[in-house]
T-cell receptor
Framework: GENVEQHPSTLSVQEGDSAVIKCTYS??????FPWYKQELGKRPQLIID?????GEKKDQRIAVTLNKTAKHFSLHITETQPEDSAVYFC??????????FGAGTRLTVKP | NAGVTQTPKFRILKIGQSMTLQCAQD?????MYWYRQDPGMGLKLIYY???????DKGEVPNGYNVSRSTTEDFPLRLELAAPSQTSVYFC????????????FGPGTRLLVL
């Protein structure tokens, strides 16, 4: 089955700096790659996603890039703010059937 | 719409006891999922369903059972609770193959002692 690895496990940045989180996946059939943000004690919430027919997607300060050949995708957050502090999870699936999540990255944005 | 709802919010079980975690969605979604999240870890898929009457095992199905008799409900059954099942359980749903975005419920925190 699919295996998703996520790095780094923790990331600390100064407010205003950029943050990058990287994930790799193993199953070349995976075609959907979402990113979730989870605040302490809350449910995961989708922040951005990308499908295999697209190389990059951007939504305001958040962007995701996908390299299907290398089987990796990344989350980029620019102009970070303290409210961006949370745990971020990447995931991969084939048509939504069996989604596998990375282990998560704890992002801390220091004011 | 209430979205995805889960009950109970928190439960303490003794080893060997059984319980059912309830999950319901009012978005007419075909796909529903059960995940567990251990402290400081990612989510692991337990079971999923692509429609009423159809269920499939995920990554960590042992010790659990599910049923999907209606589109709205997807209960998760623990038959013989073990300390290793102490976790937070999230239910999620999505509309189906064309739109894979999963919407999560608030979670059920389970402690097995």
């Amino acid at each position: 089955g699919e295996n998703v690895e996520q790095h780094p496990s923790t990331l600390s940045v100064q407010e205003g700096d950029s943050a990058v989180i990287k994930c790799t996946y193993s199953d070349s059939a995976s075609n959907y790659f979402p990113w979730y943000k989870q605040e302490l004690g809350k449910r995961p919430q989708l922040i951005i996603d990308i499908r295999s027919n697209v190389g990059e997607k951007k939504d305001q300060r958040i962007a995701v890039t996908l390299n299907k050949t290398a089987k990796h995708f990344s989350l980029h957050i620019t102009e970070t703010q303290p409210e961006d502090s949370a745990v971020y999870f990447c995931a991969a699936s084939n048509m939504g059937n069996d989604m596998r999540f990375g282990a998560g990255t704890r992002l801390t944005v220091k004011p | 719409n209430a979205g995805v709802t889960q009950t109970p919010k928190f439960r303490i079980l003794k080893i060997g006891q059984s319980m059912t975690l309830q999950c319901a969605q009012d978005m007419n979604h075909n796909y529903m999922y059960w995940y567990r999240q251990d402290p400081g870890m990612g989510l692991k898929l337990i079971y999923y369903s692509v429609g009423a009457g159809i269920t499939d095992k995920g990554e960590v199905p042992n010790g659990y059972n599910v049923s999907r008799s209606t589109t709205e409900d997807f209960p998760l059954r623990l038959e013989l609770a073990a300390p290793s099942q102490t976790s937070v359980y999230f239910c999620a749903s999505s509309s189906g193959r064309a739109e894979e975005t999963q919407y999560f419920g608030p979670g059920t925190r389970l402690l097995v002692l």
